[in-house]
Nanobody, 117 residues
């Protein structure tokens, strides 16, 4: 199993920035794809960004050019730098690791991001 602990988040005005961090522990963490998802009230959970062990990234169109995902394979962490935040970015953000071998996918507990004036 993989355990994920998130930090960061909070409230910010439109145009502001926030940084989310996630520390992972458990088997195969260093070789599985990690990422961030978000869920706004009344909406389905959606992908924000993912990053492979080798550093290949994938972003939702809605965050391209504003968000940056990064990982540190030595520290087993993944971060999400969010700039130029918009009210539509308001959601609970979840850290995620993909299923690998017999280890199922894992989710963090979620952290609230609120963008409001």
């Amino acid at each position: 199993q993989v355990q994920l602990v998130e930090s960061g988040g909070g409230s910010v005005q439109p145009g502001g920035s926030l940084r989310l961090s996630c520390t992972a522990s458990g088997i195969y963490v260093r070789i599985t794809t990690m990422g961030w998802y978000r869920q706004a009230p009344g909406k389905q959970r959606e992908l924000v960004a993912t990053i492979t062990t080798g550093g290949l990234t994938n972003y939702a169109d809605s965050v391209k050019g504003r968000f940056t995902i990064a990982r540190d394979n030595e520290k087993n962490t993944v971060s999400l730098q969010m700039n130029s935040l918009k009210p539509d970015d308001t959601a609970v953000y979840f850290c995620h690791t993909d299923r690998i071998f017999a280890v199922p996918e894992s989710w963090g507990q979620g952290t609230q991001v609120t963008v409001s004036s």
